[in-house]
C-alpha cells in the first residue's frame, strides 16, 4: 500500500474540534475545511472509530454557528423543500445522486489510504443520500470539505447561510498548524 494520504489531526486542531464540540472527536483524522477564521469547520473522519465500529459519516460540520444555522433551517422545513425539489426536479436529483456515489468514493479512498475495512458501510452514504434529504449538517460538511460543485443540495445549504462567519471569531488560542491536519488529495 502507498502512503496514506492524510495525516492524524494536529493537536492544535483537535482541541479546537473539542472546544467546538463540547467532547472529544471521534475518529476524526483531518481537517475537510477550515473556517476563514482558522479553525477547523469540518473533520474528515475515520471509516471506522479506534474500537473498530463503523462511522459511515466522513464529514463532520463542526463549526457551531454553522450547525446552529443547520438545525434553524431543518426546524423551518428546509429538508421538506429540498425533498420536494428531488422529486420534481431531475437534473437535480441526478446531480445528488453523484454526489452520493463521490462521497463513498472519497471515503472507500480514505479507507484504503489508512488501511480500513469499509464494507460493512460502503453502500452508505450520510445526510439521506442519495434519494432524500435528512441532515443538512452532514451535507452542508460534504459541500465545504469537497468544494462546491459536488454536492448540490450543501452548496444551496451554503448559498442560504451566506458567509456566517463574517461575525468574528473567537480568538485562537495557539496559531493553528494547517499543514499537519489537512487532507490532501
Not at 72 to 80: D, H, K, Q, R
Not at 94 to 101: H, I, K, S
Not at 122 to 144: E, F, I, N, T, Y
Request: with cysteine.
Amino acid at each position: 500500500m502507498g502512503e496514506a494520504r492524510v495525516t492524524r489531526l494536529a493537536a492544535a486542531d483537535a482541541a479546537a474540534v473539542e472546544a467546538q464540540l463540547g467532547r472529544a472527536p471521534r475518529g476524526a483524522v483531518a481537517v475537510g475545511w477550515r473556517c476563514p477564521c482558522g479553525r477547523p469547520g469540518v473533520v474528515t473522519t475515520a471509516p471506522r472509530l479506534e474500537d473498530g465500529t463503523p462511522f459511515p459519516t466522513l464529514y463532520y460540520l463542526t463549526c457551531p454557528r454553522a450547525v446552529k444555522l443547520c438545525s434553524t433551517l431543518e426546524s423551518e422545513g428546509a429538508m421538506a423543500a429540498f425533498n420536494a425539489r428531488l422529486a420534481a426536479d431531475r437534473d437535480f436529483a441526478q446531480r445528488y445522486a453523484a454526489a452520493d456515489a463521490a462521497y463513498r468514493a472519497d471515503r472507500a479512498a480514505l479507507a484504503a489510504d489508512l488501511g480500513l475495512d469499509d464494507g460493512p458501510i460502503r453502500a452508505v452514504s450520510a445526510g439521506g443520500m442519495p434519494d432524500r434529504v435528512k441532515c443538512l449538517h452532514a451535507l452542508l460538511a460534504h459541500s465545504l470539505a469537497a468544494g462546491p460543485g459536488v454536492n448540490p443540495v450543501g452548496d444551496a445549504v451554503a448559498a442560504e447561510l451566506g458567509e456566517w462567519w463574517t461575525a468574528p471569531c473567537a480568538p485562537l488560542p495557539e496559531a493553528s498548524e494547517a499543514s499537519d491536519s489537512e487532507v490532501t488529495r
